[in-house]
């Protein structure tokens, strides 16, 4: 085994850069968690005063980062939104309940506000994530934030994994360098240096990332020893030309070792839990969105001089129809608009066959231009999710000869599962994305469903209809 000669200086320290990063979220993390119990005591103190901030309660802060330290949260290099989230909300339950036992039990016998204390939970849980975004957006600003990372393997794995750490860089892996017998030391493959061959290795990086081929077969294995076994951390990558199923879990067999894979989906009480949430979440916004709904109606009918609502049959759970709700946003003649403007031009045409949508719809009125752009003309779908024809998250409700464009494994799985009025195809490039986008997302969360994902998806949604992203 040899170690290529990168100087110390050239990068960071990896201890430096973990107890920054970890420094800057913990601080994060308390100044979050103090606004949330200042909410939840701030309503108490208006109702019946008493003080801003009792006694023992400034002690759930250093309990907080003990536990975040414990579950991986400080920092969270490695770790998806979707893992992020799951970690953060149960680490949350998990202080929130020591603390009211800690409350009960303590010197003074003081009860906190049950009210204070769910206010506090609640605001918590919500100002958590988007601190942490915006912390780690500045860190990646300053250029300190993540770890090193090297990866081993040939020129085609090296640029998949090289371009899905650039597209994700909030998990925190910063590709400084590969391995590879395909390339000489000092060339580039994906834009990055190549430090030397395969039996090679980086003193200075924190991650190895190689495909498992390096380790399937005896003598491959005893590369594995020699290499790979220099990094605190390996990720073992499977075969990458399709992203199968995004979360697993090891299980030992005996001495075999095999990988769980649970189909979420399946279970009666995911699938009542999904129900559930769906109803709580449309129900508490039920104030702001019924308003909404019947205002930009009647926007829709002083404007444009016709109905505000569009009826179209779409195809739901189980392969079976159902009349779509939708908020007008096309002229009158909106069919004959587009076949004269796909006779006009045959490469408009060509897109409208492959992706059955268009950029620059011909269709859409101006007033219809702006309700898409943020995803208002959804609205009445909220309709829909109440009724149980849809879910607030899943894959988008198509026409049949839409769905009948897709793939038949793509049909079978969105047939387990509500349609959604977002998912994880429109967070993944809405529009931008096309037919085979769909193949692609719309499979990959039927697969791996979880409470977490549907939260990090809306919550994602909200921020592309601000952005307006693939929006059209």
Known sequence: MKSVGIKRAARPSVSAQRWRNGFMLAMGDMGALALALLAGRALIVAISGGPLLPRYTLLLLPVWCIGAAAVGLLPTWGLDAVEEMRRIQLLLVAVFAGGGLAYFFGPGMFY???????????????????????????????????????????????????????????????????????????????????????????????????????????????????????????????????????????????????????????????????????LALALFFLPLWLPLLALVALTIVILDRHGPFFIQERMGRGGRRFRLLKFRTM?????????????????????????????????????GRRLRRWSLDEIPQLLHVLSGKMSLVGPRPLPPDHYAALRETTRRLRDRVRPGMTGLWQVSGRGDSGTAGMDRWDAAYVRNWSIWLDIVILIRTVRAVITGRGAY
């Open 331 to 367: 002229a009158k003649d909106a069919e004959a608009r587009l076949r004269e403007a796909l006779e006009r031009d045959p490469s408009l045409r060509a897109v409208w066959e492959r992706d059955h949508k268009l950029q620059d719809d011909p269709r859409v009125t101006p007033w």
């Open 112 to 278: 906190p506000s049950r009210l204070a204390y769910a206010v506090s939970w609640a605001a918590a849980a919500a100002l958590l994530p988007v601190v942490r975004a915006a912390i780690r957006a500045l860190l990646r600003r300053a250029g300190v934030w993540g770890c090193p990372v090297v990866i081993y393997g040939d020129r085609a794995t090296i640029e998949i994994v090289a371009d899905s750490f650039r597209r994700a860089p909030t998990v925190g892996y910063r590709p400084v360098g590969v391995f590879t017998d395909e390339a000489p030391r000092g060339a580039s493959v994906a834009g990055l240096p190549v430090l030397g061959n395969l039996h090679d290795t980086d003193p200075n990086a924190e991650v190895a990332v190689a495909p498992m081929f390096m380790a399937e077969q005896p003598e491959l294995a005893e590369r594995y020893d020699r290499t790979l076994a220099a990094y605190r951390h390996v990720l073992l990558l499977p075969d990458l030309r399709e992203s199968v199923f995004l979360w697993v879990r090891p299980r030992a067999l005996g001495d075999l070792m095999g990988m769980e894979v649970t189909v979420n989906l399946l279970n009666p009480l995911s699938r009542a839990i999904k129900r559930g949430f769906d």
